[in-house]
T-cell receptor, first 113, second 111 residues
Framework: KAGVTQTPRYLIKTRGQQVTLSCSPI?????VSWYQQTPGQGLQFLFE???????NKGNFPGRFSGRQFSNSRSEMNVSTLELGDSALYLC????????????FGPGTRLTVL | SQQGEEDPQALSIQEGENATMNCSYK?????LQWYRQNSGRGLVHLIL?????REKHSGRLRVTLDTSKKSSSLLITASRAADTASYFC???????????FGAGTQVVVTP
């Protein structure tokens, strides 16, 4: 089975712009979770989608949003970018029950200038 | 916020030696998982241990879990240069799709 894929792998934006990141889960997985990783805050949970519905959300401002499509692919969007949004954004897919293993993609490295 | 702490923060060993790292967490869990990350890349799943298990093995990896102490340890035996990476423990809870990660242990294995 192909693993989790994320596009693009690298992105450079300027403050105030918006960005959309994409994640394709492992075939058959219906849950996609998103995480932000920074040197200062470590790995932090953004949100989780299952069957096109957001089931859980972390403590991030409303500038961070996401969605999931009927084929389980997911996108996350960050509007009005700030310098502090520079991070590695990771998505993970799973079958969607509480006890599943999450499998991570390679991440998208976002740099905000 | 981080679920817990990992100890040590960094570890430097030679090939062939064993590496042990510990993870503590704060709330009750269903499972605890260990992941490896090479140089800012994606996380690779290593092993999952359920809350009713005390020890689990996978190849050169041995994981223990003590739910009474809310702690886990990961042992890598006969380490190789390719084991150089950051290792994270992650816990779940009664929260959909949310893993809480520790700060990680950075392991350097020198030939």
């Amino acid at each position: 089975k192909a693993g989790v894929t994320q596009t693009p792998r690298y992105l450079i934006k300027t403050r105030g712009q918006q960005v959309t990141l994409s994640c394709s889960p492992i075939s058959g997985h219906r849950s996609v979770s998103w995480y932000q990783q920074t040197p200062g805050q470590g790995l932090q949970f953004l949100f989780e989608y299952f069957s096109e519905t957001q089931r859980n959300k972390g403590n991030f401002p409303g500038r961070f949003s996401g969605r999931q499509f009927s084929n389980s692919r997911s996108e996350m969007n960050v509007s009005t970018l700030e310098l502090g949004d520079s991070a590695l954004y990771l998505c993970a897919s799973s079958l969607g029950t509480l006890e599943d293993t999450q499998y991570f993609g390679p991440g998208t490295r976002l740099t905000v200038l | 916020s981080q679920q817990g702490e990992e100890d040590p923060q960094a570890l430097s060993i030679q090939e062939g030696e064993n590496a042990t790292m510990n993870c503590s967490y704060k709330t009750s869990i269903n499972n605890l998982q260990w992941y490896r990350q090479n140089s800012g890349r994606g996380l690779v799943h290593l092993i999952l241990i359920r809350s009713n298990e005390r020890e689990k093995h996978s190849g050169r990896l041995r994981v223990t879990l003590d739910t009474s102490k809310k702690s886990s340890s990961l042992l890598i035996t006969a380490s190789r240069a390719a084991d150089t990476a950051s290792y994270f423990c992650a816990t779940d809870g009664d929260s959909w799709g949310k893993l809480q990660f520790g700060a990680g242990t950075q392991v350097v294995v020198t030939p």
